[in-house]
């Protein structure tokens, strides 16, 4: 059974930091490249970042180009999305998914639970 399991979501204020985390189990994880998603309320789920099964391509929405940086360790099954300055509309349900390829649109096979992001102003 595939498991993603996020952790590293929180409250934080307008200008700062978090690290999310992603853990999988399940699968076999280099094959797959790994991606976050958010979904705001009562909006679509849009892809934030993802990062290919090698770590050596990487994709990034627009709106957090500069900000946000994704990484992967193939070696303990974990992607992790570093996110700094933080703004209000970042806040968000982010979700880790595994996809079968590289930015938007790349079919995607399995989804976390999802962990919550608030960002005060």
């Known amino acids: 059974q595939v498991q993603l399991v996020e952790s590293g979501g929180g409250l934080v204020q307008a200008g700062g930091s978090l690290r999310l985390s992603c853990a999988a189990s399940g699968l076999t994880f280099s094959n797959y490249a790994m991606g976050w998603f958010l979904q705001a309320p009562g909006k679509e789920r849009e892809i934030v970042a993802a990062?290919?099964?090698?770590?050596?391509?990487?994709y990034y929405a627009d709106s957090v180009k500069c900000r946000f940086t994704i990484s992967r360790d193939n070696g303990k099954n974990t992607v992790h999305l570093q996110m700094n300055s933080l703004k209000p509309e970042d806040t968000a349900v982010y979700y880790c998914?595994?996809?079968?390829?590289?930015?938007?649109?790349?079919?995607?096979?399995?989804w976390g639970q999802g962990t919550q992001v608030t960002v005060s102003s």
């Open positions: 990062i290919s099964w090698s770590g050596g391509g990487t």
């Open positions: 998914a595994g996809s079968r390829g590289l930015g938007p649109g790349a079919p995607t096979d399995y």
